[in-house]
């Protein structure tokens, strides 16, 4: 391992993801095919993979096996961990894979793997900053325990880590920040407050960190998907009969998502928003006046009074006077 970081166009493999792109037959019509697309950009680079045991983060570290040199995969399952660790193995002999079990809930443990990262030599190259928990439901009803962790995970240790991950990335004179955020951070979001808002602020803390860190030769992308089939709606889901936000037409296969988000990284680019549909979606919700997005949530809201049930107004005084 350089302890001086390692360019990121540097390449020992030669190898190829796919993407999507309207391309036209020879009876001159168009439609859309997987192309090629050279991932020689990541090769022998040192990623970090925050989430790596399932969703994104598990297809991040799939697709970035080929070429990548190292990669760090951080996790609360180990067991998860360990089993993708032999598969990535399969993939590429040659990857050199370090497996750290990590609670980014719990602030001490983060603090612990900074340090063990900055004492092992290890030069991270590209930081995806991809875990995150979900909460769906009204605040008023939430577990404050849940609602801490999300706010831990999904703001407070991806912002520690790239804090902690900068100054080595700036010593060794460049690199790569991806921050996994949602479309849902483009609106306030009922039933979904703080999952939103924490969504909001990654969007927003990668916007800025992007202009800061312009001239130094790191870039900085902020991913904004819509909805994607991984397990993350069950686990936001509070009960396991309870309907989750999931709209088809809006879909996009975790593939397709890692494969337009490592693009956009290659590019520079600022923000990427897989799907064209969902492209589309995004557009119309920002330019929507918040006026008429108040209506539409009191609109939604009297619905669901309406059908739910009577509440009682009893209820037992506190025991503990507080």
């Known amino acids: 391992m350089s302890e001086t970081g390692r360019s990121l166009t540097c390449s020992r493999f ?70 993708l660790e032999l598969e990535l193995k399969l993939i590429n002999p040659e990857l050199e894979i370090f497996i750290q079990q990590v609670d980014l809930q719990n602030e001490e443990d983060v603090s612990r793997f900074c340090d063990w990262l900055e004492e092992s030599g290890l030069t991270v190259d590209v930081l995806i900053n991809n875990a995150g928990l979900g909460d769906y439901g009204k605040f008023g009803d939430a577990d404050w325990q849940r609602i801490r962790a999300m706010l831990q ?21 460049g690199g790569a920040i991806l921050n996994v955020s949602s479309i849902a951070g483009f609106v306030p979001m009922p039933n979904g407050a703080v999952y939103a808002a924490t969504k909001a602020y990654v969007t927003s803390f990668s916007e800025a960190l992007r202009a800061e860190l312009r001239a130094l030769n790191i870039s900085v992308t902020v991913l904004c998907p819509g909805p994607v089939p991984t397990e993350f709606q069950e686990v936001a889901a509070r009960t396991s009969d309870q309907e989750t936000i999931s709209v088809n037409l809006l879909t996009v296969p975790v593939q397709e998502v890692v494969r337009e988000a490592l693009t956009a990284v290659t590019r520079h680019r600022a923000r990427v928003v897989p799907g064209m549909m969902v ?44």
């Open 153 to 173: 995970v999904n703001m407070v240790a991806l912002t520690y880590l790239t804090y902690r991950i900068l100054p080595a990335m700036r010593k060794g004179g």
């Open 14 to 83: 030669s190898a190829a993801v796919q993407r999507k792109a309207l391309v036209q037959l020879t009876d001159g019509k168009f439609e859309f095919r997987w192309k090629p697309m050279k991932i020689s950009y990541f090769a022998e680079c040192t990623v970090l993979i925050t989430g790596a045991s399932a969703g994104l983060g598990r297809e991040f570290a799939r697709q970035l096996a080929q070429v990548a040199g190292s990669l760090i995969l951080v996790a609360r399952r180990q067991d998860r961990l360990k089993t």
């Open 279 to 322: 492209q589309v979606a995004a557009t119309a919700i920002l330019f929507v006046p918040m006026f008429l997005k108040r209506l539409f949530f009191d609109f939604q809201s009297l619905r669901e009074s309406e059908y739910a049930p009577p509440r009682s107004l009893d209820f037992e005084p506190s025991q503990t006077g507080h």
